[in-house]
């Protein structure tokens, strides 16, 4: 069984162009700026309607195990950024119960 690859910017860029009736040019540009409101804005958190949302998560000093030896170490306490799907997404794609 074949699996099917991810869509590459490009196709995605050709898709919304072709689906909204504007140019490529202008559906780089869309998809470029929802990238930078994201960025400039995750750490309010932000939503993507339909799809999720990016949010800053600050995670807590935990202990850990170093793989290759066993040995115990102390990871840091970090800042995160995590997606969180949208319910919408989800039943969309996985089927609703």
């Not at 869509?7 to 009736?21: C, N, R, W, Y």
């Not at 930078?36 to 939503?47: C, I, P, Q, R």
Request: aromatic residues 4%.
């Amino acid at each position: 069984m074949a699996t099917a690859k991810p869509m590459t910017k490009s196709q995605i860029v050709t898709k919304l162009a072709e689906e909204s009736e504007i140019t490529k040019k202008q559906a780089a540009a869309v998809v470029a700026e929802l990238a930078n409101l994201a960025y400039k804005n995750a750490k309010n958190g932000f939503t993507i309607p339909g799809i999720g949302k990016l949010v800053l998560v600050q995670r807590k000093a935990r202990k850990g195990r170093n793989p290759a030896t066993g040995e115990q170490i102390t990871i840091k306490a970090k800042k995160v950024v995590k997606f969180r799907v949208a319910k919408a997404a989800k039943d969309a794609i996985l089927g609703s119960k």
